[in-house]
């Protein structure tokens, strides 16, 4: 596993040494109940030392536990570096300090030590703290930093101050206070990781098995579009509640019938086993034609297919957005597949094609077409912005997506997003889809921990997914949890196991993944601050071009 990659001996000279943080420190600055290990027993969690542990403006001083395990004490020394975002703001922090000496020896008793952090309070800043501790027995050293983002506010107290949540918070709490909780997740379960592998993967199928017994009945219904007051999903439905959907799926087909005989259809753009996306043209009454995408199945294409191509594609019909992508016409003619069309731009593509275009990988129906050029951060930033803005207007219309991905978005020239349906993704995108024995396909490695064990779906698992289609973004859509087998992916997720950092992904940009990844729906970062942060990063780089 990639989070067992990271997990590396260390020499031989520390076999015999602990260093972390206690649980109480832990919850101070995280808000978890653990301890977290960066060496335990020789063992040295390198992703917990890689990653940067936000330290708000409320907290001005650090604890780290250590002790040496063999008879004598390990001679020591320690050493601050502070490297601030902006030169000018160099007094924004007090020189740091510790309370005991910069070289010694750590004792053979658990011993508690401390880094001052203290802000001035004359000017607001952000600082990187680099705390290095390097450890020797004579014939060899190591070091370890600690890496650390203090925040620091100009005339505020150094005291904890409670956020009350009704005020709209800036991008700086958003970010510090939801990241640390989601980063902590993440380097706790790191260092669960240092546990038996083999041992560890048999309970995890054991217990998923055991646990999902019952998770993953078939259910026959389809919710064309959630209300946020039903969440799970039943696994049949009375008889008039299900007249009642039937009757709402064939009014929607009604209002948006045309003539097939306006609809031309020029190539294919994709193609699955049963399903296919064309290219076209739609004429309206006044023969005004239009470039429209269109959805249809094959002819050995079977009524169940046929009639989720219908309620999946009418799912955001109704909806107008510059940010969504919704059904156009549906043409239904007797003994003929029916047409979903979509408006369709000069240049669009899926997003998921696009990205993989990206990096070089050939799609179907890309055969010709010119790569795109490489994408920058702020590029992934301001396509996440459209995404994020376009499933906030499908929330403020209580409507909640269930499967945003890449895939279900669509891309113009000018690197704007817009969410779509998933109609006919489930055979487009045969590996995004699994199917744990309950005879449907569904996204396994995008849902919530909730959403993939209870089917309980809610804005806040939009919001998990969400943080998946960021972690596409960046890795260029590579396929998340590639090295997971389907059936364990809830057990993986119940462990505390997330995805990993991508190389190339700012700090900044990975938290706020990590924050929607949260275990807790109720940890999780609602729209409006996602969005509140993402434009305020996006500005910050724009600063540097």
Known sequence: MKWLAGLLLLPLCLGHLNVYLSSAEVWRLLGLTAELFYVRDGQINFYALNFVVPVPATIGELHFTWQSLIRRPLPYSLHVDVVY?????????????FNISSEGFVPTEPQTWRVDLRCTRLVAAEADVTISLNVSTGSSSTALHFKRRKICLKDMPQQIIKVDNAHAPTSADIFYAGAGCAGGVLLIAAVAAAACRARARKL???????????????????????????????????????????????????????????????????????GRVYRGTYADEEARE????????????????????????????????????????????????????YPWGAGWRNLKQFLLACRGVTVGGAAGVAPPPPLTTQHVVRMALHALDGLAYLHTQHVLHKDVAARNCVVDENLRVMIAD???????????????????????????????????????????????????????????YAEVDPFEVAAYLRDGYRLQQPANCPDELFAVMAYCWAMSPDDRPTLPQLQIFLRDFHTQLTRFV
């Not at 007051?229 to 008039?240: G, I, M, N, V, W």
């Not at 009639?307 to 107008?320: F, I, V």
């Open 204 to 274: 995890r199928r054991a217990r998923s098995d055991e646990q999902d017994a019952h998770a993953f009945l078939p259910d026959s219904s389809c919710k064309s579009a959630a209300s946020y007051t039903s969440y799970r999903r039943p696994t049949s439905l009375p008889a008039a509640a299900a007249e009642e959907r039937a009757r709402d799926l064939q009014q929607r087909i009604a209002e948006l019938t045309i003539q097939r005989c306006r609809v031309r259809l020029r190539s294919v753009a994709m193609e699955g086993t049963f």
């Open 422 to 480: 998933n109609a006919l993704s489930r055979d487009l995108f045969p590996g995004d889809y699994h199917c744990l024995g309950d005879n449907e396909n569904r996204p396994i490695k995008w849902l919530a921990l909730e959403a993939l064990s209870k089917r309980q779906f809610s804005p806040a698992a939009d919001v998990w997914a969400l943080g998946v289609l960021l972690w596409e973004l960046t890795t260029l859509a590579h396929q998340p």
């Open 85 to 97: 975002d902006e030169p000018s703001k160099r007094g924004a922090l007090h020189p740091p300090t």
């Open 290 to 341: 239009q470039e429209v995408l269109v959805k249809t199945v094959a002819e050995h294409a079977s009524q169940v297919q046929v009639s989720l191509l219908l309620q999946e594609g009418c799912m955001l019909y109704g909806l107008h957005h510059e940010r969504v992508l919704s059904v156009l016409g549906v043409s239904i003619e007797d003994q003929t597949a029916p047409f979903l069309l």
